[in-house]
């Protein structure tokens, strides 16, 4: 069985590209959402796995 990689979403309406990452069942009480989304700022989608993996490592 494969694991399945997080990778950068790219927004429908405005191309540009999003770090998305679930918040898991125990903090969402706290943070008040399923999850959580932030604008990597490009639409270029090298820089976008580039920072998307930058994300990853923060969080």
């Known amino acids: 069985m494969a694991l399945s990689m997080s990778r950068p979403w790219k927004h429908p309406d405005s191309s ?3 770090f998305r990452r679930g918040v898991p069942d125990d903090l969402r009480e706290f943070v008040g959402k399923r999850e959580g989304r932030l604008s990597l700022g490009t639409r270029d989608p090298v820089e ?3 920072l998307h993996a930058l994300k990853l490592v923060e969080i």
């Open 16 to 18: 540009d590209y999003w």
């Open 48 to 50: 976008a796995k580039r």
